[in-house]
């Protein structure tokens, strides 16, 4: 098999990745016990180390430092399960949890490999059909009257895909990435029109899955974009200047002719949910903004302090599935990567994580910043740090790895 035809290969595995999560979530949904998202991870990352080694692995320091991780958390899985007395299966269980993660370094890592190969206007393509994809598998369903809800039958639609904060991560890098390719629009990659349209519907699926992050993040991007052509975007030709009046134009009458009565319909149940949860936690706004994380930290770090022998726990902690087995919600799962990476891998796993981001973060300031770059890395750190479902979740670690790949081309072509 050529390189071109691997590479073609890696990419098409990426590409189709929505539609597997979805099939995934249509299986569990009517209660199938067909693993079809873990099998086909697990060939992902098969192929991966297929891909590197017949190509002939180069040795640098993502090698590294993808070496370290899978060994240091491997071992940590082992030394749980021996320590803990938990078993075979619940080892398994806990290596899924490994296996998610090594998503954020494998994509990049044979990406880094093949790199000549790739380019931006490439992954731009690719990116335009990833984001498709998981619109597609959102609102389609939601039409149809299908799938599943957060909270109830009105609130939180998140159709077939398995959790709503991961989700709603994949649709807000995909909406960073469609406003970075109108703002390129000097040297287009892919048309305006239908970039304008990618973006209208990724809000669009942000509202639905009516996630307070989500919301929030999208409405005060879309207002940077807003500012960005009125008073800073400069063109050289009529074309462009047309393209900035259009989009403005078109933004307008959107929320003049639709927008009161779509907004309103829409955010309907969110409004009701948050006065909901806003009566129930008798306007604790820390535990409402957090959706009860700070109270699941303070569990957790109480279930920390009283476990015996918990100066191993700090260096190696106590594992996902564990803790979830013991605790439950009273701190079995923060929902904040950091925190949970912590209680479950210690500070050893703690030390993986800061690496990790700090390694791509190096990547994309290295021979002078992207400030492109630099926002989704930062953007990623605050999201997984108090929503959490970024490191961890199947979907999310994918659209990480996804994410990092494109950082390092886009640093390639700017060096």
Known sequence: MSERIRLHIFLLLIM????????NGVFISYGSNIPLGTAYRIFFIAYILYGVLAKGMKQTDDYVLLLITLFSLTIICIFQAFFFATGFNLLVEEMSYV???????LI???AKQFGAALSVKRL???TIVLDVFLIGGLIVPYVLGLGNNTYDDAAGFKGFYFATNDIAYAFLIMLFFVGWFLIQQ????VPASLLLILYFLNMYCLLILGTKSGLLTGVLYSFYLIGYFLFRYRSDSLHEQFFVFEFLLGLLLFLLMKGKEFLLTSLSSVIARFTYFRTLYQDDWPRLLLSSRNVYLRDAAANFSQ????????????????RWNWYGRKGGLIEMDFFDMFFSYGIIGTIILVAVVVHFLRVAVYQGSNKFCVFLLIFTVIYSFLVGHVFFSALSATVFGFMCMFIQVIKEEQI
């Open 108 to 110: 990049p890592f044979f």
């Open 124 to 126: 731009s393509k690719l």
């Open 186 to 189: 000097h040297k287009p990659i």
């Open 99 to 105: 296996i998610r993660f090594s998503l954020c370094l």
């Open 16 to 23: 189709i990745f929505p539609i597997v999560d979805i099939f």
């Open 307 to 322: 476990a015996p022998k918990n100066q191993l726990i700090f260096w190696f902690g106590s594992g996902f599935e564990n």
